[in-house]
């Protein structure tokens, strides 16, 4: 009798389990991650993060994906990428920048060099003070009487000149170099910058064409300040500018190995503690901070480093990584400004 039912109770356990794996074809999968990117849709423990996917077909779109507000791609192309409901400008990550000047530097007082007469016809001799804009600057816009200078005993100057250079590509027109007499820097320093008539943005930059007409900066860095960064942006692919060994913009990332080109912008003109241009010996020091795949933040150095003309204020770091950066941090003492100022310990975020 005991045989018996044991025999049934095996039988059973057979019909069971034949039952059981014939229905497993229809059977939902433990984790449904059409596109690869670690997230589901539904969301699911056996998923490697336990987030729902808004869009399940495109890897590159899932919770938490850093947007950036500036040339971004990712925000004005019509989708959520980092599903928190929100598209392009309507993502708080994404809204642009109100234009501002980002940083006035008295940078040599009565101290420009006879070379300074290719930029401004008088420049011998004179203070130079570069600013540093949020924004593009349509250099058709540009003149010397849109900025008055003002000293800390309220002495009013206009500058004899204004110019990009030398920022020479068009991707460069941030920079402006006020060229004039703004004070002295012992006595009566410079202590305002202001924008007194119509200045604007470049049409196809973010926000479209802007008047900066009455903007001001308060903070003017003071002579013996040393360089520091100011601002950082990814390049657009059609700025890149790879393999180019052009003496006028300092030639470009190379062809093989770049993926993404990050610029650093000094608040001025920088070279090496010698006076050549930078090369390879800062560009180890240079870390750009990355967004690490499954959260958290990495470090990385730059491969290459491109636009290396001697006193620029801009950098391109050519990175053979394709993950988001998000911070560029440089060790003091790397660089120094026209008056020979090493640099602090500098970092700057990445738009």
């Given at each position: 009798?005991?045989?018996?039912?044991?025999?049934?109770?095996?039988?059973?356990?057979?019909?069971?389990?034949?039952?059981?794996?014939?229905?497993?074809?229809?059977?939902?999968?433990?984790?449904?991650?059409?596109?690869?990117?670690?997230?589901?849709?539904?969301?699911?423990?056996?998923?490697?993060?336990?987030?729902?996917?808004?869009?399940?077909?495109?890897?590159?779109?899932?919770?938490?994906?850093?947007?950036?507000?500036?040339?971004?791609?990712?925000?004005?192309?019509?989708?959520?990428?980092?599903?928190?409901?929100?598209?392009?400008?309507?993502?708080?990550?994404?809204?642009?920048?109100?234009?501002q000047i980002l940083s006035a530097f008295f940078g040599l007082d009565n101290a420009l060099p006879t070379n300074a007469e290719l930029l401004c016809t008088g420049a011998t001799g004179?203070?130079?003070?570069?600013?540093?804009?949020s924004h593009e600057i349509d250099q058709s816009t540009l003149q010397p009487d849109d900025f008055l200078v003002i000293t800390s005993n309220s002495e009013v100057h206009v500058p004899?000149?204004a110019t990009l250079a030398p920022g020479w590509e068009e991707n460069e027109d941030r920079s402006i170099l006020l060229i004039g007499e703004f004070g002295n820097a012992d006595i009566?320093?410079?202590?305002?910058?202001?924008?007194?008539?119509?200045?604007?943005?470049?049409?196809?930059?973010?926000?479209?064409?802007?008047?900066?007409?009455?903007?001001?900066?308060?903070?003017?860095?003071?002579?013996?300040?040393?360089?520091?960064?100011?601002?950082?942006?990814?390049?657009?692919?059609?700025?890149?500018?790879?393999?180019?060994?052009?003496?006028?913009?300092?030639?470009?990332?190379?062809?093989?190995?770049?993926?993404?080109?990050?610029?650093?912008?000094?608040?001025?003109?920088?070279?090496?503690?010698?006076?050549?241009?930078?090369?390879?010996?800062?560009?180890?020091?240079?870390?750009?901070?990355?967004?690490?795949?499954?959260?958290?933040?990495?470090?990385?150095?730059?491969?290459?480093?491109?636009?290396?003309?001697?006193?620029?204020?801009?950098?391109?770091?050519?990175?053979?990584?394709?993950?988001?950066?998000?911070?560029?941090?440089?060790?003091?003492?790397?660089?120094?400004?026209?008056?020979?100022?090493?640099?602090?310990?500098?970092?700057?975020?990445?738009?």
């Amino acid at each position: 009798m005991f045989k018996k039912n044991l025999i049934a109770v095996w039988i059973g356990i057979l019909i069971l389990s034949g039952m059981f794996l014939m229905g497993q074809e229809s059977w939902p999968p433990l984790c449904t991650d059409l596109d690869g990117d670690g997230y589901g849709d539904p969301v699911s423990l056996f998923c490697p993060h336990h987030e729902l996917d808004c869009d399940d077909s495109d890897a590159e779109i899932y919770p938490g994906r850093i947007e950036t507000p500036y040339y971004d791609l990712l925000c004005n192309d019509g989708e959520d990428n980092d599903c928190d409901g929100y598209v392009d400008d309507g993502d708080e990550g994404c809204r642009n920048i109100e234009p501002q000047i980002l940083s006035a530097f008295f940078g040599l007082d009565n101290a420009l060099p006879t070379n300074a007469e290719l930029l401004c016809t008088g420049a011998t001799g004179q203070d130079g003070m570069p600013i540093v804009m949020s924004h593009e600057i349509d250099q058709s816009t540009l003149q010397p009487d849109d900025f008055l200078v003002i000293t800390s005993n309220s002495e009013v100057h206009v500058p004899l000149c204004a110019t990009l250079a030398p920022g020479w590509e068009e991707n460069e027109d941030r920079s402006i170099l006020l060229i004039g007499e703004f004070g002295n820097a012992d006595i009566d320093p410079p202590a305002r910058v202001e924008i007194v008539s119509s200045l604007w943005t470049e049409a196809d930059g973010p926000g479209g064409p802007q008047d900066l007409n009455g903007l001001t900066m308060e903070e003017i860095t003071p002579l013996e300040a040393g360089p520091f960064l100011v601002w950082a942006e990814v390049l657009r692919e059609e700025e890149w500018d790879l393999g180019s060994t052009s003496i006028w913009t300092g030639g470009g990332c190379p062809q093989a190995g770049t993926l993404q080109v990050v610029r650093s912008v000094w608040a001025g003109g920088v070279t090496k503690p010698n006076g050549g241009p930078i090369d390879d010996v800062e560009r180890v020091q240079f870390r750009v901070i990355v967004e690490a795949e499954g959260g958290g933040t990495e470090e990385i150095i730059p491969f290459a480093i491109a636009d290396l003309i001697v006193n620029d204020n801009n950098q391109d770091l050519c990175l053979d990584d394709s993950r988001q950066p998000l911070r560029i941090e440089v060790p003091a003492g790397l660089v120094v400004d026209p008056g020979g100022d090493l640099n602090p310990a500098t970092s700057v975020d990445v738009y």
